[in-house]
């Protein structure tokens, strides 16, 4: 089976640094993906993880460790902006992608 | 270049009507997707196009048929839906080939079922 599992909403002040956690268990997996989704638009591409470590991007980082079935997200120095859906995806082998439920984010002044 | 279009934006249709989605690439990519998205929920995926061959159809009942006519376009043929088909469906493509590369989703059709 397959399963993907983050936390539903999170909280946080702008300026501030947050964490949105994902576990999986897919039946295969070639890359774990986060991506931004602000309300009634599309998911845009953020971050790529296929080797376990840290991915830096500007503001955003992700980290991953495979033996544990483990990502989160990092977003420092939030912005209001940042409050939007963040979606967990891993490809399975082939094309599959699998998308956890998402996080929504909201940053308060 | 790296957008995905799709037409129409909004689409309202009754439960016997027949319509049909359009997605639209110019990027090269080899590999197109279908995407159901309900409110709050994430995307589930419905189709994914390989080299213009179906190769993953996501259990996906018959009023929903795909086509894709060639390695830019995807369509999605709309016949007989239900009300809980209302929701946003969203194309996307990507290279398939290598392993960084990641999807690239259009603005999305929201579709109502009456």
């Known amino acids: 089976g397959q399963n993907i599992d983050q936390p539903t909403e999170m909280t946080a002040t702008e300026g501030a640094i947050v964490q949105i956690n994902c576990t999986y268990q897919t039946s295969g997996f070639n890359g774990l993906f986060w991506y931004q989704q602000h309300a009634g638009e599309a998911p845009t591409f953020l971050s790529y993880n296929v080797l376990d470590g840290l991915e830096e991007k500007g503001r955003f980082s992700s980290f991953l460790s495979r033996s544990k079935g483990y990502s989160y997200l990092l977003l420092k120095e939030l912005q209001m902006k940042d409050s939007a859906s963040y979606l967990c995806a891993v490809r399975n082998y082939g094309q599959n992608f699998v998308f956890g439920p998402g996080t929504r984010l909201s940053v308060l002044p | 270049d790296t957008e995905v279009t799709q037409t129409p934006k909004h689409l309202v249709m009754g439960m016997t009507n027949k319509k049909s989605l359009k997605c639209e690439q110019h990027?090269?990519?080899?590999?197109m997707y279908w995407y159901k998205q309900k409110a709050k929920k994430p995307p589930e995926l419905m189709f994914v196009y390989s080299y213009e061959k179906l190769s993953i159809n996501e259990s996906v009942p018959s009023r929903f048929s795909p086509e894709c006519p060639n390695s830019s376009l995807l369509n999605l043929h709309l016949h007989a839906l239900q009300p809980e088909d209302s929701a946003l469906y969203l194309c996307?493509?990507?290279?398939?080939?290598?392993?960084?590369?990641?999807?690239?989703f259009g603005p999305g059709t929201r579709l109502l079922v009456l």
């Open positions: 990027m090269g990519h080899r590999a």
């Open positions: 996307a493509s990507s290279q398939d080939s290598g392993t960084q590369e990641t999807q690239y």
